[in-house]
């Protein structure tokens, strides 16, 4: 299968109140089989949400369904599987109302 391979990198910012935290960091690779930045960017245009907000549902959508893609029959993975298509195509649809109909699909 084809995909695209990118490098996520997690860095901490602040603690849970607020004091600031240096030097925590988780970096990783990930595979995935669709353009992750081209979807965010098209979900910034389509979705009333700032771009961080943005930025965070859909590449944490994007890792999370591809690893459900792929472990698809581990029970775990096909529990949420229903839930998860239904999610995204909610998704979809609303970005697709929110827009003129001559734009493309969303993820």
């Known amino acids: 299968m084809n995909s695209y391979r990118y490098k996520i990198t997690v860095e901490a910012l602040?603690?849970?109140k607020g004091e600031p935290v240096e030097g925590q960091t988780l970096s990783f690779e990930a595979a995935n089989h669709d353009d992750?930045?081209?979807?965010?960017e098209?979900?910034?245009?389509?979705?009333?949400?700032d771009g961080d907000t943005v930025a965070s549902l859909?590449?944490?959508?994007k890792l999370f369904s591809e690893?459900?893609?792929m472990q698809r029959n581990d029970p775990m993975f096909a529990m949420i599987r229903p839930a998860l298509n239904e999610?995204?195509?909610a998704l979809k649809q609303r970005s697709a109302e929110e827009l003129p109909k001559n734009l493309g699909l969303l993820l």
């Not at 992750?36 to 965010?40: H, S, T």
């Not at 859909?58 to 959508?61: F, P, R």
């Open 58 to 61: 859909g590449i944490g959508l």
């Open 42 to 49: 098209r979900m910034r245009a389509r979705l009333p949400f």
């Open 87 to 89: 999610f995204v195509r």
């Open 36 to 40: 992750l930045l081209g979807i965010v």
């Open 67 to 69: 690893i459900a893609l």
């Open 14 to 16: 602040t603690g849970a």
